[in-house]
């Protein structure tokens, strides 16, 4: 062992490395050696016991669905609880949801919820932000980025195409995506826009999860779906649908984006773990070190990639910035963007 650690050290010193990867390193060289003890220790006091709910207010087969139970799986495979239960509660952005949640779990110290930006639109157009206020905010976990989808056999074959359709007429081009004022109707506003149309005539018809704006897409319900990539991976591998592009800065997932397309719209999404208001603020910081333990876990990276997500990990004081920023930022984009429910 101790030549193993010489060497890592070496390692170390020969090359510029990062703190975390030293540190994943350290702790796999050290998983089998007389240090294991004092490691074993600090994760099991992170442990939250044998049983943990997650409710996630969405239906099955979305992102926060997809969401909640990855973190579940690597909360139990990293040892953290022996059993998580998953809730759906879906409707209305998450706002029926957090509302039944915190109604129910708002002092239950075994519960998280799922949230995320789509939340947080959907208070914004219902005027309710203030409801947030009734949840912890943990942590950010992931952020993604939305895919403009259409019919394989659809006319409007790029974003040129589909600003020339919103611009003309509007109302002829039925948009799919989340919730309404999640992100997806926010981006669906900004595309309308930049496409020089009157985004008061948008016709945006929100679903419950990523699944039903795929379906709505396939039957050919509606002209253009805006929902995460993974939702619309397979459809888009097998030739079911065509994407427009991606509304990232650059391409991604082997898309363009809108932006070097010739639309200007950038927007990203991001996923979060919360809980009850009235959980102690010791079993709080515990939950928040069972996550980040577990989003070091393998089990959590391999939902990374498989789900085309980023990591994007934010805690403490930067998160709660953040969250009064992008709060601030959803009612304005409501409001500049005249989104209706």
Do not use: C
């Amino acid at each position: 062992m101790a030549n193993s650690l010489s060497t890592a050290l070496s390692k170390a010193i020969s090359r510029s490395i990062t703190r975390r990867e030293w540190l994943n390193y350290s702790s796999a060289l050290l998983a089998g050696s007389a240090f294991a003890a004092p490691l074993a220790q600090a994760s099991q006091a992170h442990r939250l016991g044998n049983e943990l709910r997650i409710v996630i207010p969405a239906n099955p087969g979305g992102g926060w669905d997809q969401t909640g139970r990855a973190l579940g799986a690597a909360l139990t495979s990293s040892g953290m609880v022996d059993k998580v239960v998953y809730e759906n509660i879906g409707g209305k952005g998450g706002t029926i949801g957090l509302a039944d949640y915190t109604k129910r779990y708002g002092s239950d110290p075994n519960s998280l919820l799922i949230g995320g930006m789509v939340m947080v639109g959907a208070l914004a157009l219902n005027k309710a932000s203030a409801e947030l206020n009734q949840v912890q905010t943990l942590a950010r976990m992931t952020s993604d980025y939305l895919v403009v989808a259409v019919p394989a056999d659809s006319p409007i074959r790029s974003p040129k195409d589909l600003a020339k359709a919103m611009r003309e007429n509007l109302p002829e081009v039925a948009i799919a995506g989340g919730s309404a004022g999640g992100v997806d109707h926010m981006y669906a506003g900004m595309l309308a826009r930049v496409s020089k149309a009157n985004a008061e005539q948008l016709q945006y018809k929100p679903f419950p999860g990523g699944n039903d704006v795929l379906q709505s897409l396939l039957k050919k319900q509606v002209q253009v779906g805006i929902s995460g990539y993974s939702e619309l991976r397979e459809a888009l591998q097998s030739g079911k649908l065509r994407a427009l592009g991606v509304s990232s800065r650059r391409a991604m997932f082997g898309i363009p984006s809108m932006r070097d397309q010739g639309l200007d719209a950038e927007m990203s999404n991001w996923r979060a773990v919360m809980t009850g208001k009235n959980v102690a603020p010791e079993r709080s910081k515990q939950m928040l070190a069972a996550i980040e333990f577990a989003s070091n876990h393998d089990s959590w990276k391999q939902s990374l990639a498989s789900n085309s997500w980023n990591a994007s990990w934010m805690t403490g004081k930067a998160l709660h910035d953040f969250m009064e920023i992008e709060t601030s930022t959803a009612q304005l984009m409501t409001y500049l963007l005249k989104l209706k429910s």
